[in-house]
């Protein structure tokens, strides 16, 4: 091979290359940089000064209650998170044996995760009104009068979450399914010769099986529940002690006017994830199938 075509093979790639990363670059890194930028400096978003204010924004993110008070909320979308994975994980399980109408059952669990969120959010506004549909549930197992689902500050979350567990768990639910019905089904037969029963091929063969899988969704969950949205801005708007990061970005930069401050909460809330992601693959690193 001449060399000229030696030099054409190698740059023919990158020819077809320059357009996706030039949008990557566009569309991605410079705004990345221009948000960390933006971190250090006070400015509205209008005016063409930007003043310079070093970790000023970071200092406020943790130190006044109203700011601080964010990463409290999460922690009831981890919990819920944690009950999704618990949920998922046990029907893709159940689900992936030969059990009567399990294509009915998989179609019940993934329907939820279909649904336009906007649609999940009015739904759930009737569900939890004072008198509504769950209060109604609640006085035919003999639970009484009318409750703030979404106006008491103790409840409100705990409810707002609720509603992320029924909309996501059929997400996690098919990649579990996924990922153990590509287990080879040689193994069940091997294991089932060796006396093993449900519990045991659970154990030993399902969970090492699915691990790499069992990870991602745990990231996607965990990433998920640091950055949720649309359904408490949807329900309540973040009232009621229920904004959440996004939330709470998006009204310091375009209802406050602080475009510094709304990048540095975007700029930690992008760490969080990363730090989050970086532990739990330290923590679990993706593996193959172990052997029984």
Request: aromatic content about 16%.
């Amino acid at each position: 091979m001449s060399d000229q075509r030696r030099w054409v093979a190698r740059l023919t790639p990158w020819f077809f290359l320059a357009v996706p990363l030039a949008f990557l670059v566009t569309f991605t890194y410079v705004p990345a940089a221009n948000l960390v930028a933006y971190s250090f400096t006070k400015w509205d978003g209008f005016s063409p000064a930007k003043q310079f204010v070093g970790l000023d924004n970071y200092a406020q993110l943790f130190t006044r209650p109203d700011l601080f008070r964010v990463f409290f909320v999460c922690l009831y979308y981890l919990a819920a998170a944690a009950v999704q994975v618990g949920l998922s994980l046990y029907f893709a399980t159940v689900l992936s044996f030969n059990v009567r109408f399990r294509n009915f059952f998989k179609g019940v669990l993934f329907f939820p995760y279909l649904v336009n969120g906007v649609a999940i959010g009015f739904i759930f506004l009737y569900f939890f009104q004072p008198g509504g549909t769950l209060d109604s549930v609640l006085r035919l197992a003999g639970v009484h009068g009318q409750h703030l689902w979404l106006g008491d500050p103790d409840l409100v979350n705990w409810s707002l979450a609720g509603v992320s567990v029924w909309r996501y768990t059929g997400l996690s639910f098919v990649l579990f399914l996924g990922a153990i019905q590509s287990i080879p089904a040689e193994l069940y037969e091997a294991a089932e010769i060796d006396g093993a029963n449900r519990w045991h091929q659970f154990r030993h063969l399902i969970l090492p099986g699915i691990r790499p899988t069992l990870s991602l969704t745990v990231i996607l969950c965990v990433s998920g529940s640091l950055s949720v949205f649309e359904i408490p801005f949807i329900m309540t708007g973040g009232a009621n002690g229920s904004t959440t990061f996004v939330i709470q970005a998006l009204k310091l930069a375009f209802q406050f006017n602080k475009v510094g401050l709304a990048s540095a909460a975007a700029l930690v809330l992008l760490l969080l994830v990363l730090l989050v992601t970086w532990v739990q693959r330290r923590i679990a690193p993706d593996e193959g199938v172990t052997a029984l």
